[in-house]
């Protein structure tokens, strides 16, 4: 079937901004253009010239019968393989096979635990959503929602090890025994940067037995900030009370968050929370960024500083003086263009006044942090009802990384405990040569649940329990106490939770207790932890139940500078970089941030938000560096394909040109992108990488040490820690960069599935009356946005009978919908990771990526746009999010052209899919304007991707669905197979549940009156489920409150329904008739009229042509 032309309107002529989503689009390169006008990718599809794609119907049915008589021909020796069936003989009363059971817990981790509810089925966690209860509630991101898979994982570490070789439990408890035994032992314990109430207990009774013993805190990316603050002083942003925001490369949105961001989204939308009022621009916050590269945040802002990194602390020295606080010496800002965006920012904060709130980025240096507060102190915005509070937090006296260094290698540390999530063999600074300080420990204890670098450096590894398998607790960014509960038993018996281990520490005989005790007497760490808790035992059911005890939050504190503020003030050295001798930015990973994750696939498989790479990292330099440096043409190849073969730089066979990056005295090689919006002479270099390289071994088995590496990790990336120090953990500044002449495979994912069409993503702003007028003349133009003004009247196209001229059935109780405000959303991927983890969707490996082929049913698409006039500049550019899933048109294209009716309009009005009557023809994704579809190439869930060539291999590949991880599988949601083709379903079987517990709970209720069964009459409309008490997976899981979901039938009473009224609201190609039953809200900017580039904001709506 050919593929289906959409003839798009021309590009208004009054459109003043150019838009792209990658360097091939932006430079219209021939390759760019080869891949968009094919609907599947070089490599998906197996006719390559026209003659072949338009095969008659006889030549198709000869190949037909001729495949099939093959097919019998080939499987006269096979048969069905045989399977038991176990009976469940023993299920507690209130599990129902199919019924889902909810318990609260929370996920520990720097900055605060993430409070959830864990969704389990028949004891099994298969789903982690926000626990919305919560007073720090702040919905969840790609990290918590991936956690799920991490309990599942075929990496995990099930079984002790000794100098890397298995061991048994027992011997292990005999050296355990006698440290126990040893109250002198010089003993060190290292920590993560999670705050356990039950940790600090411990810590104060091993202090008391341990007089030698001494205690750490090691993160790779650290987010401390207390000694800026004062002791145990921490600052969590108030985002609902500040109308005026500076980031100072603070990823407050993305990974540095500071505490619950949804104040902030709310506040982003001109009808607040909910929608419950009326647009008005004085509602919304308003958002400054300075950074280096983008970011989330930095993609959110209203107006955006591009510097290097080395001039953030002169910034905000100027910064500080505009607002009369103590800058230092630090030298004045002299560039005309920054220095009134500076004093027009500052004048905007001190009209603010409390109101107000700047935040430092928290790997930036003590003199940025120290300045920040001395801001915050003079606008007075400290305080209850203020843009910032500050809390005091339990404290203890905790060493970091060079302390502990310097104790190994003075021997004052004997027996070394490392419990941090962190990887210090792999990721300490390079010149602690912590390895070697390791070496010289007596013993050496490791707890992890993988086996990292530190695992084989140590004499002991210990397998660790997952935070699903295991009790603790923690507090959240404002101190709530919030309780850490196991949803199941360790799936591996000799893993070992934290609070366990320590509990071993302070027993006599060093013994470990894992789980229950006999006769079901409760575990030592559920005891430990209920120790801790000051409640009584109803308070305790509560917190149990709730996950959290209300009322526990920290104590209010008033920061002070602290007494170094001047000198590091003083120390602090404003450098701009060079084409000689460039900066460098080592920056935490949008996928598995310090390297703790490289072993899960579906955050592996998230494509970055920001440079959309998969599988790998890249060094990333703006346009105009890569110009200067020679190197930008040769990113963009024009060598000429290969018979077969896609052209070099698209596809499949995308290679980037590898780079020799040199500074602090050492060297990597990595492959090089472009990115937008990045400063000049800037290398921004993602960490985490690298952890496990052997292109031989296709299981990734490292011969040097014989170490086991997971599928998902090896060879992926390259490590760029090396390169960092302990006096440049964040930013070096003097590196050289040169070309080495080789090529990388990457696999991006920026131009896959792009459509065409006009005003895609739309933008306004709130005070633009240089060109397209006030707020209100603006809103009321959205829809008019890309010729929609000229656009005929969207009718519905289908009979309203069927072909016997019976009229079609509607429910008449619920028809489905969903808007997304491109306003607060952030493209952080957690609705992407929410999504894969609800509906059993395969990652697909770096080879099937590279080709198109991403299993993913949403898609973030990432746009940057710049305003088309003389000063047009490709470096200084805005971002624009917007995902994207299948939209359920009423009038969709798709289901006109299946040939067996597998895609079907419901009822309720759901594009459904019928998967076991697809055959895989396909025709449904080339009719699907929105390239929404997704077609199962292989048998992803059964076959192991990550295998060289295993998809090819058909039955004898290597299996993978008996791993542990299909026990993560919703037991709702069908496993699809090779030649099915799916898509988002509005998560169907969430719907279809609310219907059937809406009918059980009426015909509950009118049972309680007496009445048999068959007497029970229940009205239609009580049948209706309650208003916005449903929720897609995406919705839940957004930490932005971006998507609305209900019922279209409850009208303005639904969130949903109020969005769709609202004049900023939005059909995706609207021109082209399809009455998608999704919707956007156009994205609102919220400028500063006074600032020099507020001409410029709200203009980016794109077009792609």
């Known amino acids: 079937m050919s593929k289906r032309i959409w003839n798009h309107p021309e590009v208004p002529k009054d459109e003043n901004t150019i838009a792209w989503r990658s360097v091939g689009q932006l430079e219209d390169t021939k390759e760019f253009r080869t891949w968009m006008d094919r609907e599947f990718p070089q490599g998906a599809a197996e006719m390559e010239n026209q003659d072949e794609m338009e095969t008659s119907r006889r030549t198709f049915l000869k190949l037909m019968g001729s495949s099939t008589a093959l097919a019998g021909f080939g499987m006269v020796a096979c048969r069905r393989p045989e399977a038991y069936l176990i009976p469940y003989t023993k299920a507690p009363e209130w599990v129902i096979p199919g019924k889902a059971t909810y318990y609260a817990s929370s996920m520990p981790r720097a900055g605060g635990a993430v409070p959830l509810v864990v969704t389990t089925y028949e004891g099994r966690p298969t789903k982690v959503a926000p626990n919305r209860l919560h007073p720090d509630y702040e919905g969840t991101d790609a990290f918590a929602q991936a956690s799920i898979l991490d309990l599942y994982a075929t990496s995990r570490s099930r079984k002790f090890l000794k100098h890397g070789k298995q061991d048994k439990l027992n011997n292990f408890q005999m050296v355990l025994g006698a440290i126990a035994q040893d109250a002198g032992a010089k003993i060190g314990f290292v920590f993560g940067a999670d705050e356990s109430p039950t940790r600090l207990r411990l810590i104060k009774e091993l202090k008391a037995k341990y007089a030698n013993a001494k205690f750490y805190q090691y993160e790779a990316l650290s987010v401390a900030n207390n000694p800026i603050l004062g002791d145990g002083v921490k600052m969590v942003p108030d985002f609902a009370n500040a109308d005026r925001i500076v980031s100072l490369d603070c990823d407050f949105a993305g990974i540095d968050q500071q505490g619950p961001n949804i104040g902030f989204f709310n506040r982003r939308k001109p009808e607040g929370k909910g929608y419950n009022t009326k647009p008005d621009a004085d509602t919304m916050n308003r958002l400054y960024s300075v950074e280096s590269a983008f970011t989330l945040t930095g993609g959110m802002a209203d107006h955006r500083l591009r510097v290097a990194p080395g001039m953030i602390v002169a910034v905000a020295a100027q910064l500080a003086r505009e607002v009369g606080a103590e800058a230092g010496d630090i030298a004045p800002i002299t560039d005309a263009k920054q220095l009134s965006w500076i004093r027009e920012l500052a004048a905007d904060l001190k009209a603010s006044g409390e109101k107000t709130a700047v935040l430092a980025g928290s790997r930036q240096s003590a003199a940025v942090k120290h300045l920040a507060l001395a801001i915050n102190l003079a606008l007075e915005n400290i305080g209850e009802g203020k843009g910032l509070q500050a809390y005091q937090t339990e404290t203890t006296d905790l060493g970091d990384i060079a302390a502990l260094t310097d104790d190994l290698n003075s021997s004052t540390i004997e027996t070394l405990v490392l419990m941090t999530p962190s990887n210090p063999v792999y990721d300490a600074p390079s010149d602690l040569n912590f390895a070697a300080a390791l070496a010289k420990a007596k013993v050496s204890i490791h707890l992890s649940d993988r086996t990292n670098a530190t695992a084989y450096a140590c004499q002991w590894h210990i397998p660790a329990a997952h935070y699903l398998e295991s009790w603790s607790d923690a507090r959240s960014a404002r101190g709530t106490y919030t309780i850490v509960q196991p949803m199941i038993l360790p799936l591996y018996p000799e893993c070992v939770s934290e609070i366990e281990l320590l509990l071993a520490f302070l027993a006599d005989d060093g013994k470990i207790v894992t789980g229950e005790g006999q006769q079901g007497t409760p575990a030592p760490a559920m005891i430990a932890v209920k120790s801790t808790f000051s409640g009584d035992q109803t308070a305790w059911k509560e917190v149990l139940r709730d996950g959290f005890s209300a009322e526990t939050a920290y104590e209010s504190a008033i920061p002070n500078l602290a007494a170094n503020a001047s000198a590091d003030i003083a120390e602090a050295i404003a450098s701009k970089p060079s084409e000689n001798k460039l900066d460098v930015i080592f920056a935490a990973d949008a996928s598995i941030y310090d390297g703790r994750w490289i072993d899960n696939g579906w955050l592996q498989e998230a494509p970055d938000p920001i440079s959309k790479i998969t599988w790998d990292n890249a060094a990333l330099i703006a346009p105009k560096t890569a110009k200067n440096l020679g190197i930008y043409d040769h990113i963009i190849p024009t060598e000429i394909p290969l018979a077969g073969k896609g052209p070099d730089g698209e596809g499949e066979n995308r290679k980037s040109p590898m780079i020799t990056v040199k500074v602090n005295g050492k060297s990597i090689d990595i492959p090089v992108l472009v990115s937008f919006g990045q400063a000049e002479n800037t290398i921004v270099i993602p960490l985490g990488y690298g952890q496990g390289f052997n292109h031989e071994d296709e299981l990734g088995r490292d011969t040097d040490n014989s170490k086991f590496v997971s599928l998902v990790g090896v060879n992926r990336g390259f490590d760029a820690y090396p390169l960092r120090t302990q006096a440049t953990s964040y930013f070096a500044s003097g590196a050289t960069v040169k070309l080495t002449g080789k090529r990388y495979k990457v696999a991006l994912t920026q131009e896959h599935n792009a459509m065409y069409g006009r005003a895609l993503a739309r933008e306004i702003s709130t005070d633009d009356v240089h060109h397209k007028g006030d707020f209100e003349k603006q809103l009321e133009g959205v829809k008019k946005q890309g010729n929609d003004a000229h656009a005929p009247p969207n009718v519905y196209l289908y009979k309203p009978e069927n072909t016997k001229g019976q009229p079609l ?82 009038s969709a294209p798709c289901e006109t052209v299946c040939p067996v009716n597998a895609t079907i309009h419901t009822e309720d009005g759901l594009n459904a899919m019928a998967y076991n009557r697809c055959i895989g023809t396909r025709y449904c994704a080339n009719n699907c304007p929105y390239k929404a579809r997704r077609f199962n190439f292989f048998d992803y869930n059964k076959r192991n991707p990550l295998i060289k060539n295993n998809l090819n291999r058909g039955p004898a590949g290597v299996r993978h669905d008996h791993e542990p991880k299909h026990l993560q599988k919703n037991p709702n949601v069908t496993v699809r197979m090779r030649g099915v083709m799916e898509k988002c379903t509005y998560c169907v079987q969430r719907l279809k549940d609310a219907v059937i517990r809406q009918k059980l709970g009426q015909k509950q209720e009118v049972l309680v009156v007496g009445k048999l069964s068959p007497d029970v009459q229940v009205s239609t409309e009580t049948l209706r489920i309650p208003v916005d008490s449903v929720k897609t997976a995406c919705q839940d899981a957004c930490p932005a409150e971006a998507i609305s979901f209900g019922n279209l039938l409850d009208g303005e009473a639904g969130e949903m329904g109020r969005s769709k009224v609202l004049e900023r609201n939005y059909d995706l190609l609207n021109y082209i008739g399809t009455r998608p039953r999704t919707s956007y809200l156009a994205r609102v900017k919220n400028p500063n009229p006074k600032m020099p580039d507020a001409q410029f904001i709200g203009q980016s709506t794109i077009h792609m042509v």
């Open 809 to 890: 059935i509607n429910d008449p109780l619920h028809q489905w919908g969903m808007s997304i405000d491109l306003s607060s959303c952030m493209g952080c991927n957690a609705c992407l990771v929410a999504c894969q983890s609800e509906n059993n969707i395969p990652i697909v490996g770096k080879a099937m990526v590279s080709k198109g082929r991403e299993m993913h049913w949403i898609r973030m698409d990432r746009y940057y746009a710049s305003h088309k006039d003389n000063n047009f500049d490709a470096d200084n550019v805005a971002m624009v999010p917007q995902p994207v899933a299948c939209v359920q048109c009423e």
